[in-house]
């Protein structure tokens, strides 16, 4: 017996169901990018690994899936190389391709390759799956989604701005509550200065984010194993114990903060972003929260986190300010902003909450019944002219019984089934069935399409 044909590990199908729902997914995202002037981008599944190489860090670098040359490639490996079994070292001899580890990089790449041909600021979404060596676990894939839109060429805030925006948009339409979460890089490094700890800055985020659970006890006795002096931890007082709206943080921060430019430099942006983010505009909560400290090594300015308020899950969308997107390829000075979308998770989320509208499943919306060959030549051009009505409409191909018809109706969950047969014929009509209620209706092709439409 042939054994069952199985997908790599971490990879998953998609059937027409999960599929109709990711559709809309992105679809709502790319329309709202689309709004803001965002236009899309598409980059090669696979870069050569002199593009990947050395982006990631090492453990990065770990997780890329190469892919061996072309031809033999062995030819130009010694049986010494081969008997050294150094993995490393041969990949590097037979692989100069690998698949993309996420989209950044590859827009890094293409920015500087098709620089003179890009309006600066340039505005770009990008919607691809990346693949990661990963160990395959509940909600981590080696294929999955990215949704990125960035923003290059600006050091305007506007950006920001606008990004905050389209997170508030995106999930007003999908349904979800969520609270959009903002925190500044030059915040968090004005903090560890004016304390002198410029190495214990995740530690201090790390601790206070527990506030909650271990109270100021607590985090004051976390912060001291992390070898914070007593005169430090006072100085962090303010920061631990931050409490108020937004403005009341910031002044609170600020007078924290006054003897560090770069941490003031931080409030300044931050308050910029809040202020004209207004909330007769805004229908998701913004909250500044100092113990967002995603992207360290990476970010520069602003940084954003968004979590679903109706489900335990994680982040579902984030991103930030970054200044030196370019310079891995030798053309620095470029900043930019971006934010990224979560669409696995976001799935999972309306799937939790029932979000999903009907009409986003793309069924057929009315199936014809198949009597027979004379039949079906009959309601062939009504078909057509349903189609040409924008309805979505099929045919049964075989006539077969009427239960098996019926039964293939219902399994795809189709609402209306149009039945033709000679007495219909002979009127020039057909029947239309609503396959909820059962109630029947005799009508021309012309009235058929108008009760469909409604």
Not at 336 to 364: C, N, W
Request: hydrophobic share 40%.
């Amino acid at each position: 017996m042939a054994n069952k044909p199985s997908i790599p590990k971490g990879t998953r199908d998609f059937g027409p169901q999960e599929m109709a729902k990711r559709n809309y997914i992105f679809n709502t995202i790319r329309s709202v990018y689309e709004l803001y002037g965002f236009q899309q981008i598409e980059t090669p599944a696979m870069e050569t690994l002199q593009t990947l190489m050395g982006k990631y860090g090492e453990e990065g670098d770990k997780l890329l899936f190469k892919v061996l040359n072309s031809g033999d490639y062995l030819s130009k490996i010694t049986d010494e190389e081969l008997c050294e079994r150094n993995t490393l070292r041969l990949a590097a001899r037979l692989c100069e391709k690998g698949l993309r580890y996420d989209l950044t990089v590859p827009f890094a790449r293409y920015v500087v390759m098709h620089r003179e041909e890009l309006q600066l600021p340039f505005k770009r979404y990008q919607m691809q799956p990346v693949w990661r060596a990963d160990r395959p676990q509940k909600g981590r894939y080696r294929e999955f989604y990215q949704f990125d839109g960035d923003v290059v060429g600006s050091d305007s805030l506007l950006n920001e701005v606008e990004l905050m925006q389209i997170e508030d948009d995106v999930f007003s339409r999908l349904g979800v509550r969520v609270q959009i979460k903002i925190n500044n890089r030059k915040i968090l490094t004005g903090i560890a200065e004016v304390i002198g700890a410029a190495d214990r800055i995740v530690d201090i985020t790390v601790a206070i984010d527990k506030l909650d659970k271990i109270g100021e006890d607590g985090v004051v006795a976390e912060l001291r194993e992390k070898g914070l002096s007593d005169e430090q931890i006072e100085k962090l007082r303010p920061i631990i114990n931050l409490q108020g709206t937004n403005d009341e943080k910031l002044s609170t921060i600020a007078d924290v903060l006054k003897d560090s430019e770069v941490g003031m430099k931080g409030v300044e942006e931050t308050r910029f972003i809040l202020s004209n983010l207004h909330p007769d505009t805004m229908r998701n909560e913004i909250q500044l929260d100092l113990t967002l400290a995603r992207g360290l090594s990476y970010y520069t300015g602003a940084i954003f986190e968004v979590k679903a308020l109706d489900t335990p899950m994680g982040s579902i969308s984030g991103g930030g300010r970054y200044d030196n997107l370019t310079g891995i390829f030798g053309m620095p000075g470029l900043s930019g902003v971006g934010i990224s979308f979560g669409v696995d998770r976001i799935y999972d989320v309306l799937d939790a909450l029932e979000l999903y509208p009907k009409d986003s499943l793309q069924t057929s919306q009315v199936l014809f019944i198949n009597f027979g060959e004379q039949e079906a030549a009959y309601v062939l051009p009504i078909v057509a002219q349903v189609r040409r009505a924008g309805i979505r409409a099929e045919i049964f191909p075989d006539a077969a019984k009427m239960k098996k018809q019926m039964s293939y109706a219902n399994a795809k969950q189709i609402p209306y089934v149009v039945l033709a047969g000679e007495s219909e014929m002979n009127e020039g009509k057909v029947t239309l069935k609503n396959m909820e209620t059962g109630d029947q209706q005799l009508l021309s092709p012309e009235e058929l399409v108008n009760a469909l439409k409604s």
